[in-house]
């Protein structure tokens, strides 16, 4: 799994300019700079993909103030989206509880004739190509989300959920291999109906971190879908079979295109940074009327001093309302200003390629290194996910060992998400970047070391470890890439790192014909192949950063000031 995890979806920090450089100490300096008024998923530069103008009020890209909306209705809005990422967010990420059940169904049982590790194969390469797509579908899922509002995302991932639930059912009947047609349109579906209700935690911006932390919550459980399915098909004896099942699932679909045409936005929520800039706006339209406004007062006859009142009055009550959905003071402002200051200052390594274009950050080692850990932890990360009965089984020589521990790690998957999203935030909030990424290669590496020895207390740990790692792991991608490239160039450096590390996840084809082929069914000298190329990745970027990090912190203290100008 790897779609976005984000702590927030706005930021107060300073986004410096060129020739520009902005002295510590000073807190109002902070609070009154420029700052990424909205993060964006769109893949593409803005150069290359021009935002609308922002006066098309009717452009369904168009954001809209919360304060326009009934409190009762966001309310419900967000209870009814987290509900629905619960049914479809990342259901195909629970692939190690499905797979018994296609299994015992006779998946590919036509084309393999009998075969296990024929079947094995082909149902790992429905799972891969899945995983493949989910990573891959976050850039058009950005575009269409900044063009054309939440509400057409919802309706897209409504339908192609719907064709994946209908190939699923039939695909026995079909002429072609509708299983990984149906559970690829099944992993498409996800990203848009999850991505898109991103810009909900924007409806209360004062529990943005609760409703992102909900959402996310959501997406790691909802691959416990086919673990509650698995159980009801072992208590009907088998009656309850693939096909009934997912014409059931059939509803989910349903229901999400009926709230999409009725309660949910169609257009996207505006974040506080856009909120604040409306504040910051002249009273007037005209900047020539408001800048001369004091001159020729009394020069203006009296409809237009009644239409000044009335923008005036209608500016206010603009200002009024959003003041109240932020609900803080100056001094809170200058808290929270503060407070990112630190953060950033902790991080060791913010802002040192703010200012470079996405090609240049695309190109930098900054970039190269964390795409190619990616890549690898990626890889490992969905392979055990597909192979973890069959491993065990070949570890152990046991399959009633196997899935015991299959189960447990179906239990575990979405609990561990779930658990780990509180400390998530703490961890990233207060550690430097250096730490974070060598904390990540540490327990990498100590997962990749418990997966190849033969002992249940160390089967029972690693799977813990896993699922703890996994959701901190993709969280901590996304907050370097935040801090390291910045909001500006977000969607097109983290897509761009996604999208790659999810096309190389078509190796575990090969990994697969190692495992059962090569090696003749032995897990281990697979899984001590990726340890160590992710363990030498993995210093090589914790070496890079350690050292750019502390040459940055003697820069500064040198010079006495923060180099917001991002030079390294």
């Known amino acids: ?285 005209d900047p020539i009327t408001a800048s001369n406004i004091a001159n020729v007062d009394d020069q203006v006859d009296e409809q237009t001093a009644l239409l000044r009142e009335e923008q005036r009055e209608h500016h206010e009550s603009i200002v009024h309302d959003i003041e109240e959905l932020l609900g803080s003071s100056r001094v809170d402002k200058d808290k929270q200003a503060q407070h990112e200051e630190a953060k950033n200052e902790r991080s060791g390594v913010w802002g040192v390629m703010h200012n470079h274009t996405a090609w240049d950050q695309i190109c930098s080692p900054w970039f190269v290194l964390i795409c190619l850990f990616t890549v690898v932890q990626m890889t490992r990360i969905n392979y055990f996910v597909a192979t973890i009965r069959p491993q065990y089984q070949a570890i152990f020589g046991d399959t009633e060992k196997a899935i015991q521990i299959n189960n447990f790690f179906d239990l575990a998957l979405p609990l561990g998400g779930i658990i780990s999203i509180p400390f998530i935030g703490i961890i990233l909030d207060h550690t430097s970047t250096v730490a974070v990424l060598s904390t990540l290669v540490a327990v990498a590496t100590t997962i990749g070391i418990l997966g190849v020895l033969p002992y249940m207390w160390a089967a029972y740990a690693n799977i813990i470890l896993f699922v703890l790692y996994r959701p901190f792991y993709y969280t901590a991608v996304s907050d370097y890439s935040a801090k390291v490239f910045g909001f500006r160039t977000f969607g097109t450096v983290y897509g761009t790192i996604i999208c790659l590390s999810g096309l190389f996840n078509f190796s575990q084809s090969g990994l697969d014909f190692l495992f059962h082929q090569t090696f ?36 500064r203290e040198a010079a006495g000031y923060v180099n917001s100008h991002g030079e390294y």
């Open 1 to 285: 799994m790897s779609l976005q995890r984000v702590a927030s979806l706005e930021t107060f920090v300073n986004v410096p300019t060129e020739g520009r450089r902005s002295r510590r100490g000073s807190v109002s300096s902070v609070a009154a700079s420029e700052r990424a008024r909205k993060l964006t998923f769109n893949p593409l530069p803005e150069s290359w993909d021009p935002v609308f103008d922002d006066q098309d009020d009717g452009h369904l890209g168009q954001t809209r103030g919360a304060f326009e909306v009934p409190q009762w209705k966001r309310i419900l809005q967000v209870v009814v989206t987290v509900v629905l990422c619960l049914f479809a967010a990342g259901i195909v990420f629970g692939y190690a509880a499905l797979k018994p059940v296609l299994k015992k169904e006779g998946a590919y049982q036509d084309i393999c004739g009998g075969s296990d590790t024929c079947v094995e194969i082909h149902l790992n390469l429905m799972f891969t190509v899945a995983a493949v797509a989910t990573n891959v579908a976050a850039l058009p899922v950005g575009a269409i989300l900044d063009h054309y509002g939440p509400r057409v995302c919802g309706i897209i991932g409504a339908l192609l959920l719907t064709f994946g639930a209908l190939s699923m059912s039939f695909a026995k009947s079909l002429p072609f291999d509708a299983f990984l047609l149906g559970y690829l349109f099944l992993a498409l579906g996800g990203p848009f109906t999850y991505i898109s209700s991103f810009q909900l935690s924007n409806a209360f911006p004062r529990h943005s971190g609760l409703i992102l932390a909900l959402l996310t919550g959501a997406f790691d459980a909802s691959s416990a879908l086919f673990l509650v399915y698995r159980i009801i098909y072992g208590k009907t004896g088998g009656s309850f079979g693939h096909h009934q099942f997912f014409l059931a699932y059939l509803v989910v679909p349903v229901v999400i295109l009926i709230f999409q045409l009725t309660l949910l936005p169609k257009q996207s929520y505006k974040t506080v940074g856009e909120m604040i800039e409306e504040i910051e706006a002249p009273a007037f339209d």
């Open 520 to 555: 003749h069914g032995d897990p281990v000298p697979v899984n001590l192949l990726l340890l160590a190329l992710g363990l030498v990745i993995g210093i090589c970027l914790v070496g890079f950063v350690g050292v750019k990090a502390r040459f940055l912190n003697k820069k």
